[in-house]
C-alpha cells in the first residue's frame, strides 16, 4: 500500500442531518470534544453564558440559535482523519444541505427520540438514500422521556424504506434512565458513574449480568432483556455490506447533551464507516480516491467568514490526489489555470493554513471570483469535471433595492458576493434590469437582509412577488410579448429567460396557449 492510499484510507468525510432542534449541533460539540479540538461544548441552549456552538460561526446563527449555513471541522480521532459537516436543518437552506450532500462519504441521521422521524429528516434521508451512501442513525434526547425503542426503529423502518440493526438498547428513558445495553461490544454502559472505571459493565456468555449487580434485578433491566431477546428473533442480523450500500443503517441511542452514548458511537462509526472511493465523472467515466492524479469540485461558497477582511472561501471537496501548496491547477469551466498558494482546513470559523490534503478532505480555497459552485478543478493534463450539483427551482420571489441610494458600490458588492453563496437566487428583470431574489424559503430572504446590513453596511427594501412558478424558456421561443402581469419574464444570472408564473393556473393557460413552447424546472 502506497502512501496516498494509506492517508487516504485514513480519511472519514459525513455529514450530520436532522429536523431543526433533534440535537445536531449539540452532537456535532461533542465529537468535537473527544477530538480534543475545544475544552468545553458550547452548546445552543447556552445563550447566557456567551457560550454558542462551535460550529454556528455566523452572528444570525448565535442570536437565533439555529444553523443557517453549512461549516466544515475537521480533528483526528482514533488515528483517523475526521471531516464534518454540520448542515442547517431548517427546511428553508435545504438547497446547501442538498449540496453538502454531495460532498460526503456517509452520512449521520440525528432523530428526536420523543418525535421520531419528521418531515425534513424524511426529506434529507431521500438525497442520501439516492446517492447510496451509509447512513448511521443517533437517536437522541434519551434523558428526556420519549417514545418506545421498538416503535421508534420500526417507524424508520416503514417510513423511510431501511433495515434497521439495533447497536446498543436503552435501559429506561428520561429520568428512569440507568444506562444503554451495548450489543456491539456484549457490556452495559451506565448513564449515572462515578468515573471511567465504572462505567462499563461486561455483560455474561448469556447476556445478562451477574447477579451480585444491582442493576442485574431492576425491573427496567429485565424489560431491556425483553427487547433484546425480540430483536435478536425478529430483528435483521448485522450486514456491514447492506450498510456501505445504504441499504442498513446502524440504529444507537444516547444523549447528546448529556454526553452519553456519544464517545460509543463515534467509535463504531469510524470503524464501520467508509474510506473516500471512486467518484463518477461527467463522461460516465470514474476516479479512484487514490489516483495520482489531483481533483476536487467547489460544493460551496462562503463570503465574510472572516468580517474584518471581507473575504470569500472555496470549499472543495478533493476527490483524487493529493493538493499540495503552491500546486497550479485548471478550472474545468474556463480552462484557466491557477495556482493554489492560499488554501485552508476549518474547525467552523476558524481556520489554518494548509500545506497538503488529500482525497475526502475538505480545503477551503480564498477566491477572488474565479470560482462558482459546482466548478471542478484538476492538476493533470487530461481534463477531470464532476457531475452538476443539484440547484432547487426558488418558490418565494421578492424585489429588492437599496435603501439608501448614495450606498449603491456596497449594495452591488453585497448583492452580488451573497448571491454567490446560492442560498438565494437573483433575477433581473428582462427589460428594466431591477433585482428580483427568489428562495426555497422565506427565512433566507430574513438572513440575507440581515447580512447585507451587518457585512455591507447596507439596508435593503424587500417587497413580496409572493409564490411564484419558475420555468424557463428556450430563448429561440421567447416573445418578450408573451409576458404579462400574470407570468413576469425575467433573465437568471447566465441571461437565460424564464417566466415567474402567478400560480399553476396561469402556467397551465400558457401552455395551451402555446402548446409548442418547452418550458423547464430545476430539482
Known amino acids: ?67 443557517v449555513t453549512s461549516s466544515v471541522m475537521q480533528f483526528e480521532y482514533d488515528n483517523k482523519r475526521i471531516n464534518i459537516l454540520d448542515t442547517p436543518g431548517h427546511q428553508d437552506f435545504s438547497e446547501d444541505t442538498y449540496r453538502t450532500l454531495m460532498a460526503v462519504d456517509a452520512a449521520v441521521m440525528v432523530i428526536d427520540s420523543a418525535k421520531g422521524v419528521e418531515p425534513q429528516t424524511k426529506k434529507l434521508f431521500k438525497v442520501v438514500k439516492k446517492r447510496g451512501i451509509p447512513i448511521f442513525t443517533f437517536m437522541n434526547k434519551l434523558d428526556r422521556d420519549g417514545r418506545d425503542p421498538l416503535d421508534l426503529t420500526a417507524e424508520l423502518e416503514d417510513l423511510l424504506d431501511i433495515e434497521c440493526v439495533a447497536m446498543n438498547w436503552p435501559i429506561g428513558m428520561g429520568k428512569q434512565l440507568k444506562g444503554l445495553y451495548d450489543l456491539a461490544n456484549k457490556r452495559v454502559e451506565l448513564y449515572r458513574h462515578e468515573d471511567d472505571s465504572d462505567r462499563f459493565l461486561p455483560l455474561n456468555e448469556d447476556g445478562t449480568l451477574d447477579n451480585n449487580i444491582a442493576l442485574s434485578h431492576d425491573s427496567l433491566f429485565e424489560s431491556t432483556l425483553a427487547d433484546i431477546e425480540l430483536l435478536k428473533e425478529a430483528g435483521n442480523n448485522f450486514d456491514l455490506d447492506k450498510i456501505l450500500r445504504g441499504d442498513q443503517t446502524p440504529v444507537f441511542f444516547g444523549s447528546a447533551l448529556a454526553n452519553f452514548g456519544v464517545e460509543t458511537f463515534l467509535k463504531s462509526f469510524v470503524e464501520l464507516a467508509p474510506a473516500p472511493k471512486e467518484h463518477e465523472l461527467i463522461d460516465n467515466t470514474t476516479i479512484a480516491a487514490d489516483d495520482d492524479e489531483f481533483s476536487g469540485f467547489v460544493f460551496k461558497i462562503q463570503a465574510n467568514m472572516n468580517p474584518n477582511h471581507r473575504d470569500r472561501i472555496a470549499f472543495i471537496r478533493i476527490g483524487s490526489g493529493e493538493f499540495q501548496k503552491g500546486m497550479d491547477v485548471t478550472l474545468a469551466r474556463t480552462n484557466k489555470v491557477i495556482r493554489l498558494n492560499n488554501a485552508t482546513e476549518f474547525m467552523s470559523s476558524s481556520r489554518v493554513q494548509v500545506s497538503e490534503a488529500v482525497a475526502g478532505d475538505i480545503i477551503g480555497l480564498y477566491d477572488t471570483g474565479n470560482f462558482q459552485i459546482g466548478d471542478s478543478i484538476y492538476a493533470g493534463k487530461k481534463k477531470i469535471e464532476y457531475p452538476e450539483l443539484p440547484q432547487f427551482t426558488p418558490e418565494i420571489f421578492m424585489s429588492v433595492t437599496a435603501k439608501n441610494v448614495m450606498k449603491q458600490k456596497s449594495f452591488h458588492k453585497g448583492m452580488t458576493q451573497l448571491v454567490q453563496e446560492g442560498a438565494v437566487q437573483l433575477y433581473r428583470g428582462y427589460a428594466t434590469d431591477d433585482y428580483i431574489l427568489g428562495a426555497v424559503g422565506q427565512l433566507q430572504f430574513e438572513v440575507f437582509a440581515f447580512r ?72
Open 1 to 67: 500500500m502506497n502512501k496516498l492510499t494509506e492517508k487516504v484510507n485514513s480519511r472519514r468525510t459525513f455529514a450530520i442531518i436532522s429536523h431543526p432542534d433533534a440535537g445536531k449541533t449539540t452532537i456535532t460539540e461533542q465529537m468535537l470534544l473527544f477530538g480534543g479540538i475545544i475544552r468545553n461544548a458550547g452548546t445552543v441552549k447556552a445563550r447566557k453564558s456567551g457560550h454558542y456552538a462551535t460550529s454556528d460561526w455566523m452572528e444570525i446563527e448565535k442570536k437565533r440559535g439555529i444553523s
Open 452 to 523: 447585507m446590513k451587518n457585512e455591507y453596511n447596507s439596508e435593503v427594501e424587500l417587497t413580496s412577488l409572493g409564490g411564484r412558478v419558475a420555468r424557463w424558456i428556450n430563448p429561440d421561443q421567447l416573445d418578450p410579448k408573451m409576458s404579462s402581469s400574470r407570468n413576469l419574464l425575467v433573465k437568471d444570472r447566465e441571461g437565460e429567460p424564464l417566466f415567474l408564473f402567478e400560480n399553476s393556473f396561469a402556467e397551465r393557460w400558457f401552455k395551451d396557449k402555446y402548446p409548442d413552447v418547452e418550458l423547464t424546472s430545476k430539482l
